[in-house]
């Protein structure tokens, strides 16, 4: 049982970086078994998700210092147009924190901008939980039907 809780956890913490895991396939298969809570699951992996978001954003927050090194993936000119569309649509933007592929990058750069910590984890739990609320709906809905 704690073996299905640690793995949501970790694969909801992997998604939430820039690397290629899927936590909802973990979330909704736990869900099917059967064996778990609901609340336990959603709260699990919330609380991995955001954790892993919050590296993004520590990590965002900390790479402006390595921006004159040649290994530096980004240009300056590519930083500065990403800043201009922060700005453009500011927090909020945070919301959209949930969606692939845009979500993770978006994150990072909240801590480029120097986004306030306690607003960044306040948008992004709630992007993120409501995420995975609407997935579980979808599937205890599904299961109740058959």
């Known amino acids: 049982m704690l073996a299905g809780y640690l793995g949501l956890f970790f ?10 895991m899927q936590s909802e396939a973990v979330l909704v298969g736990l869900l099917i078994s059967g064996h778990y809570s609901v609340w336990g699951l959603l709260c699990i992996a919330t609380v991995g998700n955001v954790l892993g978001s919050v590296v993004n954003w520590w990590l965002g927050r900390s790479v402006e210092r390595f921006q ?50 306690w607003r960044f984890l306040l948008l992004v739990t709630v992007a993120k939980g409501a995420r995975y609320g609407v997935l579980a709906l979808l599937t205890v809905n599904h299961l109740a039907a058959a």
């Open 68 to 117: 004159t090194r040649r290994w530096f993936p980004v240009s300056p000119r590519h930083l500065e147009k990403v800043r201009v569309h922060y700005q453009r649509w500011g927090h909020w933007s945070l919301l959209l924190s949930w969606v692939p592929i845009i979500g993770d990058p978006l994150t990072l750069v909240a801590g480029v901008m120097r986004e306030p910590f």
């Open 11 to 20: 694969a909801a913490f992997g998604a939430a970086t820039l690397l290629p």
